[in-house]
């Protein structure tokens, strides 16, 4: 622990602002990689959730990626890497899921003021909605959950209503079993929740930049020029290597179509919920007419082969600007192209 926190308050400083994280980034004969990033909000509060880094963090990562790499448009990236084509610096493509709200108040003008252009992905039903995805919703409910007597209450409320499955040894147990749902399952055990701790209100009651999604004219706005550019993040984040076929084509194919007929152009990339998929899922999303698909981890043999998805490095929001610079340089060798 002592070490930990010498190697961030002091030696990783000293590395990047000497320049030697630029020597060190040379080493690395990948040329390509991609950033995955989530929200970003004005007062950071971990306890609340940790989706989000706050923006003094965010501008100090942008601005050092903007000096030190280039920083491309998802399609000026793609076809970098295909051309292969040689550049003095190191490319960069940095991504958003979910599609928070706080990517257009709180992301959006520090992209701007260091001309970096990004990709977000949103959660295409939330769009416009005052509801928050299905993990904010207990993510920001998780004090009241995540007590010995909250959760010997949920269990035996979950034993109770035929949901035996559901029953967890904690807030994180409970909340992995939750991804296994489809997204009918899900909403009767939210609605339990709200029954179960007396929550009243769906909407969490903590600062809406933790959890409210984009409305449209904030996606218009931020798409013109290409600047931003938009791909689907499914309709409702689902798991998808565990739908059954019917669920998992609509979840590919109208998420698509609607932001499609948003943004009057075609939308042809997806980002994975929660990294999730497999060979079929690849299989449906190339039929369905999606072109590029970004992951977390490789998660299929025919990967290593396959030139049309890209690994992502998730960047910590729960460490400093420094420490996520020399992860992002070090990461080159392992998820970089």
């Given at each position: 622990m002592i070490i930990k926190t010498f190697a961030r308050k002091f030696a990783f400083p000293i590395i990047v602002k000497s320049g030697i994280s630029n020597f060190i980034t040379k080493l690395y004969s990948q040329d390509h990689i991609v950033l995955n990033y989530h929200g970003v909000v004005k007062e950071l509060n971990l306890a609340v959730?940790?989706?989000?880094?706050?923006?003094?963090?965010?501008?100090?990562?942008?601005?050092?990626?903007?000096?030190?790499?280039?920083?491309?448009?998802?399609?000026e990236f793609i076809n970098s890497i295909n051309n292969k084509k040689k550049h003095k610096r190191k490319n960069i493509l940095i991504t958003f899921d979910d599609g928070y709200e706080n990517n257009y108040t709180n992301a959006f003008p520090i992209l701007k003021k260091y001309n970096t252009p990004a990709t977000i992905f949103p959660v295409v039903n939330l769009i416009n909605s005052k509801t928050p995805t299905w993990y904010d919703f207990l993510d920001t409910n998780k004090s009241l959950i995540n007590t010995s007597l909250g959760i010997e209450n949920l269990n035996n409320n979950l034993r109770n209503t035929g949901n035996k499955d559901l029953v967890s040894k904690n807030f994180s147990d409970f909340k992995n079993k939750i991804k296994s749902l489809n997204t009918a399952q899900k909403d009767i055990v939210i609605k339990l929740l709200n029954e179960v701790f007396s929550l009243g209100d769906f909407n969490p009651t903590v600062a809406e930049e933790y959890w409210k999604i984009l409305n449209t004219d904030q996606i218009i706005e931020m798409a013109k020029g290409d600047f931003i550019t938009f791909g689907s993040h499914t309709l409702n984040h689902p798991n998808l290597d565990l739908l059954e076929q019917n669920e998992l084509g609509d979840e590919l194919s109208n998420s698509k179509t609607k932001l499609s007929e948003l943004l009057s152009k075609n939308i042809d990339s997806i980002a994975f919920p929660d990294g999730a998929y497999n060979e079929n899922v690849k299989t449906t999303c190339y039929e369905l007419g999606y072109k590029t698909l970004f992951s977390v981890n490789s998660r299929c043999i025919s990967d290593t082969q396959d030139k049309q998805i890209f690994q992502r490095v998730s960047i910590s929001n729960t460490t400093t600007s420094e420490s996520s610079i020399l992860n992002v340089i070090q990461s080159l060798s392992k998820l970089g192209y």
């Open positions: 959730s940790v989706n989000h880094m706050d923006t003094d963090n965010f501008e100090a990562q942008i601005k050092y990626f903007s000096r030190h790499f280039n920083v491309l448009h998802q399609d």
